[in-house]
């Protein structure tokens, strides 16, 4: 039995996430994620790494409105305004994840992993990173309809990418 989730990974998003935690170390920065769609799977990613998980600190699995709310300060109308799978919340998780954490760097992730409901696009996620001193980032992706998994594995790298430039920085 593996003791580790990397042999179920792409071989890509294994290497980027090791990169990314040798880059924290190296600068003596901590990591956090703030999740939705993916789980908890970032966070499961960047621990699964020994003699470098200690660099990250923290994550936040925020899947409902509610959890979201209470765990990271979003705004309920902002939410109900913009929906939760939006640029304003992306921001607002990694806003509330840096302020609620120990960490330096924060990632969030929203989106619809599918099935989507009718109104929703399956594929959407949004991205924010946020570096303590910098601009925030955001991105969204349209993966389509490829699945839960495939949206989650392609979420997983957009996310590491983004960590790494704001590590970079």
């Known amino acids: 039995m593996a003791e580790t989730i990397d042999p179920i990974l792409p071989e890509e998003i294994s290497t980027l996430a090791e990169h990314v935690l040798e880059l924290a170390k190296t600068k003596g920065l901590r990591?956090?994620?703030?999740?939705s769609c993916t789980g908890g799977l970032l966070a499961a990613v960047l621990t699964d790494v020994s003699g470098l998980s200690h660099v990250f600190e923290r994550a936040f699995?925020?899947?409902?409105d509610e959890a979201k709310c209470e765990m990271l300060d979003c705004n309920s109308n902002e939410i109900e305004n913009c929906g939760a799978?939006?640029?304003?919340?992306?921001?607002?998780?990694?806003?509330?994840?840096?302020?609620?954490?120990?960490?330096?760097?924060?990632?969030?992730?929203?989106?619809?992993?599918?099935?989507?409901?009718?109104?929703?696009?399956e594929g959407l996620v949004h991205f924010a990173c946020l570096?303590?001193?910098?601009?925030?980032e955001h991105c969204d992706r349209h993966f389509g309809e490829i699945g839960r998994d495939g949206v989650r594995l392609a979420a997983l790298e957009v996310a590491l990418m983004m960590m790494k430039n704001a590590l970079l920085k």
Request: hydrophobic residues 40%; charged residues 25%; negative net charge.
């Open 61 to 64: 699995v925020t899947y409902s």
């Open 31 to 35: 990591l956090a994620s703030a999740e």
């Open 131 to 136: 570096r303590k001193g910098e601009a925030p």
């Open 85 to 121: 799978v939006s640029r304003e919340v992306a921001l607002a998780m990694a806003q509330g994840g840096l302020k609620k954490s120990e960490a330096d760097v924060v990632v969030s992730i929203t989106g619809f992993a599918g099935p989507a409901g009718p109104t929703d696009e």
